[in-house]
Antibody, heavy 114, light 107 residues
Framework: QVQLVQSGAEVKKPGASVKVSCKVSGYTLAELAIHWVRQAPGKGLEWMGS????????INTQKFQGRVTLTEDTSTDTAYMELSSLRSEDTAVYYC???????WGLGTMVTVSS | EIVLTQSPDFQSVTPKEKVTITCRASQSVGSSLHWYQQKPDQSPKVLIK???QSISRVPSRFSASGSGTDFTLTINSLEAEDAATYYCHQSSSLPHTFGQGTKLEIK
């Protein structure tokens, strides 16, 4: 059974970067696409992008304008989402989810505050 | 990008009632429309895939229909545990988008 285990909460200052990890167990990351979705407090779901083993990175450039980098380390079955130039509006829970959106991590809370 | 508009935004319902939530897309998504349930402080959980495909572990009171631009999620005989926010999601074209959510409150 596939499980996604995400890294812990982060507090960052405006302008900094954050890197969230998502470790896959029960499957091989090299055969799995991972999507990243975020949710600001009290708000809806927003797709950030995905990393597919065959196609590589696909980013929601309309929303994130080159601030998001998605990577994978297949030796540790861990996917990463890095968001740069953080601003207060980036305060949110960040989720990783599998290619069919049927398995989700528990989320990582990222707080951006001076 | 494709905009998904759900209605209503909020509904207060009594147990055993039948609930219908609609999701309208700004352009056709074919059948690439999915439904999720999210309870407070939990991750979203998929209820229905590809407009009407049931998920094995999801109670049978959840069903959905539609294609193109108009979709419906139906909850028959609502139970107290169905209090949650429901989202539709399209995977027809990039970027993936979600509806704004429909919050169900149980009276």
């Amino acid at each position: 059974q596939v499980q996604l285990v995400q890294s812990g909460a982060e507090v960052k200052k405006p302008g900094a970067s954050v890197k969230v990890s998502c470790k896959v167990s029960g499957y091989t990351l090299a055969e799995l696409a991972i999507h990243w979705v975020r949710q600001a407090p009290g708000k809806g779901l927003e797709w950030m992008g995905s990393f597919d083993p065959e196609d590589g990175e696909t980013i929601n450039t309309q929303k994130f304008q080159g601030r998001v980098t998605l990577t994978e380390d297949t030796s540790t079955d861990t996917a990463y989402m890095e968001l740069s130039s953080l601003r207060s509006e980036d305060t949110a829970v960040y989720y990783c989810t599998t290619e069919a959106f049927d398995i989700w991590g528990l989320g990582t809370m990222v707080t951006v505050s001076s | 990008e494709i905009v998904l508009t759900q209605s209503p935004d909020f509904q207060s319902v009594t147990p055993k009632e039948k609930v219908t939530i609609t999701c309208r897309a700004s352009q056709s998504v074919g059948s690439s429309l999915h439904w999720y349930q999210q309870k407070p402080d939990q991750s979203p959980k998929v209820l229905i895939k590809y407009a009407s495909q049931s998920i094995s572990r999801v109670p049978s009171r959840f069903s959905a229909s539609g294609s193109g631009t108009d979709f419906t999620l139906t909850i028959n005989s609502l139970e107290a545990e169905d209090a949650a926010t429901y989202y539709c999601h399209q995977s027809s074209s990039l970027p993936h988008t979600f509806g704004q959510g429909t919050k169900l409150e149980i009276k």
